[in-house]
C-alpha cells in the first residue's frame, strides 16, 4: 500500500515560513514582550488592510471573538439570537453562556449556510411568541463559503438585527470581490491551527467599523479597563492574543492569498472530477471560498461504507458534523426555527469531507479522486 494521505497537512506551509517565524520568536523571546508586545498591534493593522474594515482586536480565541461584540451589545437573558445549528458548538455557545437564547435555523441544501426564508420564520415565531426579544444573527461561513450576507443584511434591517459573521472557517471568503464587512456588523474568526488562517495555538480575531463598539470590545477584553488603570469600568474577561501567536499570523498572512487560490485550484479540480458520483458543497459564480473543508454529500445510507473504503485505501475523511447542535445534549431544549430542521438533519447524515489543504500536489489530488471513484464501485 503506497503511504497515507494527511487529511490536513500543515509542515509544509510550516517550513515556508519557519524562518520568518522564528526571527520572530526570538526578538519576542529577546524583549520579553510576551503580552501585547508589537507584533500584537502589527498584526491587528494588517488585518484591517486584508479585511478592509477599520477596527482589529485580536483575541485568545475565535469563541473569545464572537464573545466580545455579543457583550459589548449587552446581549442576555430574554434575548434571542438567531443561529445556523450545522456549525461548530462555539457559535451558540457563546449565546447560552450570556444567559441569552439562541434559535436555531436551518440551512440551504447546496451552500450548507442559514437559510434567509427559515430565518425570516424564525424571526416571526419569536416575535409571535413574544418571550423573548429579537438581537442578533450569527452567520457562518461553512466549511470556508460565505454565507449569503446581502440577504442576511436585507433582513437584519428589515427586524434591526445586528449580523455577526462566524468566519472562523471563511475568513477571506468573498462575494463578488466582497468580504463578509461589506454586509456584517462584526466579523469574527479563529486562528485555530486547522483553520484556513491559523496560529500554532489558539488565537482569534473580531472586526468592525463601529469605533464605539471597538472601544467596549477593548475595554471586555482586559477586564472591563478604563483610562485608570485602577479603576475597572465594567465586568470583562482576559481576552487577549499573546504575542507568540500574533507573530505567527502575521507571516501566515503574508502567503495567505495564494494559499486560498490554491484551495480554489484544488475544490476546482475535485469538484470537475467527483460532481458526477457525490453532491459536494456547491460554491455559487463570483465567490472565492477558502475551502476549510472540502465537503461532498455521499446519500442513501452509504456514508459509512464509503468511509470504510476510502480509509483502506489510504485515504482520511471525516464527519463536519455528525450530530447538528439542535441534536446535542446540551442545546436540545433551544428552539429550532418551525420546530424541525429538515435541511440540516439531512445534512448531518450524508456529509463526509475529503482531504484539503493549500499545498496538497495534483498526484495526491490525483489519488484522493480515484479513492473516491474506486470506493463508490466498491460498495455499489
Ligand atoms: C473553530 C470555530 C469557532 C471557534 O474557534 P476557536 O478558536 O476554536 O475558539 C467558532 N465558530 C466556528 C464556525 C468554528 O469553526
Redesign the pocket.
Known amino acids: 500500500m503506497s503511504q497515507p494521505i494527511a487529511f490536513i497537512d500543515l509542515a509544509q506551509q510550516r517550513d515556508r515560513v519557519r524562518d520568518k517565524i522564528e526571527a520572530r520568536f526570538k526578538r519576542i523571546l529577546d524583549t520579553g514582550a510576551f503580552i501585547m508586545g508589537p507584533d500584537v498591534a502589527e498584526l491587528e493593522a494588517a488585518l484591517s488592510a486584508f479585511g478592509g474594515m477599520s477596527e482589529t482586536l485580536s483575541c485568545a ?6 464573545l466580545l461584540p455579543l457583550a459589548a451589545w449587552g446581549i442576555r437573558s430574554g434575548d434571542a439570537v438567531f443561529v445556523p445549528s450545522f ?2 458548538a ?2 451558540a455557545e457563546v449565546v447560552a453562556m450570556l444567559g441569552a437564547t439562541p434559535i436555531f435555523v436551518d440551512c440551504l441544501p447546496h451552500s450548507f449556510n442559514i437559510d434567509p426564508d427559515n430565518l425570516r420564520l424564525a424571526i416571526d415565531e419569536v416575535k409571535q411568541a413574544g418571550r423573548l426579544r429579537p438581537r442578533c444573527i450569527i452567520a ?3 466549511f470556508g463559503q460565505a454565507a449569503d450576507y446581502p440577504s442576511l443584511r436585507t433582513v437584519a434591517d428589515e427586524h434591526g438585527l445586528k449580523l455577526i459573521s ?1 468566519a ?2 471563511g475568513y477571506g471568503a468573498t462575494i463578488d470581490g466582497r468580504m463578509a464587512g461589506a454586509w456584517a456588523d462584526v466579523v ?1 474568526t ?3 491551527p486547522a ?1 484556513p488562517l491559523g496560529c500554532y495555538g ?3 480575531a473580531v472586526q468592525t467599523n463601529d469605533a464605539e463598539l471597538a472601544a467596549v470590545m477593548r475595554s471586555l477584553r482586559v477586564h472591563g479597563s478604563g483610562t485608570d488603570r485602577y479603576d475597572n469600568v465594567r465586568i470583562g474577561m482576559n481576552a487577549r492574543m499573546d504575542t507568540l501567536q500574533a507573530a505567527v499570523v502575521i507571516e501566515k498572512l503574508g502567503i495567505f492569498p495564494e494559499e486560498i487560490e490554491s484551495r480554489m485550484r484544488i475544490a476546482r479540480r475535485y469538484s470537475d472530477a467527483l460532481s458526477q458520483v457525490v453532491t459536494p458543497q456547491v460554491l455559487p459564480n463570483g465567490m472565492v471560498s477558502t475551502w ?1 473543508q472540502y465537503t461532498v454529500r455521499v446519500s442513501d445510507g452509504r456514508r459509512d461504507a464509503f468511509m470504510a473504503a476510502m480509509k483502506e485505501r489510504g485515504v482520511p475523511t471525516v464527519i463536519y458534523y455528525a450530530k447538528p447542535l439542535h441534536q446535542q445534549t446540551a442545546y436540545r431544549d433551544f428552539p429550532a426555527a418551525g420546530g424541525r430542521l429538515a435541511v440540516t438533519d439531512e445534512l448531518s447524515g450524508d456529509v463526509v469531507s475529503l482531504p484539503m489543504h493549500a499545498y496538497l500536489d495534483e498526484a495526491t489530488q490525483d489519488r484522493i479522486i480515484d479513492a473516491v471513484h474506486a470506493s463508490l464501485k466498491s460498495i455499489g
Do not use: E, N, P, R
Open positions: 480565541s475565535g469563541t473569545d471573538a464572537l456549525t461548530f462555539a457559535t457562518v461561513d461553512l462566524d472562523a472557517q469574527a479563529s486562528f485555530y483553520k489558539d488565537g482569534g476549510a
